[in-house]
């Protein structure tokens, strides 16, 4: 089984361009910690999301790295349950994930792979999208 852990970003994202769906097509299950589901609470999230809380405190360099709740916690949850994907878009964060030797994807990064997977005709519709979507 894929573990994967999301932060808020890229679910919403994917939820602005009406292709959510394709973490199912790509993962089956996210995992999301707590403060990722107080971030998303106004989206309709379908039930193969699904919260899960920290079981160990999270670590010093996590703590310390100036990021948002989400971003720690999915970070720490992802070392934690040993995921196999962490999907972040902030670059403070990735970058801390990646330091920690997590595997990280973006949104960008899980159209392009669900194009790959024939799970999406194109992405540059996507992309453009979200461009024009961006706050």
Excluded: C, Y
Excluded at 4 to 20: F, K
Excluded at 57 to 73: C, K, R, T, V, W
Excluded at 86 to 106: K, P
């Amino acid at each position: 089984m894929t573990l994967v852990v999301s932060d808020a970003s890229p679910l919403i994202a994917l939820q602005q361009i009406d292709e959510l769906k394709l973490l199912r097509g790509l993962f089956g299950e996210v995992i999301i910690p707590p403060a990722v589901a107080r971030e998303v609470a106004i989206l309709s999230l379908p039930p193969w999301v699904k919260a899960r809380s920290l079981q160990q405190p999270m670590a010093g360099d996590i703590l310390h790295a100036s990021l948002g709740a989400g971003e720690s916690e999915a970070i720490s949850l992802a070392q934690e349950i040993h995921a196999n994907w962490l999907l972040l878009d902030e670059r403070a964060a990735r970058r801390l994930a990646q330091a920690l030797g997590l595997r990280v994807a973006g949104a960008l990064g899980l159209l392009n792979r669900a194009k790959e997977k024939g799970l999406l005709a194109a992405v540059r519709p996507h992309v453009e999208t979200l461009v024009r979507t961006d706050p």
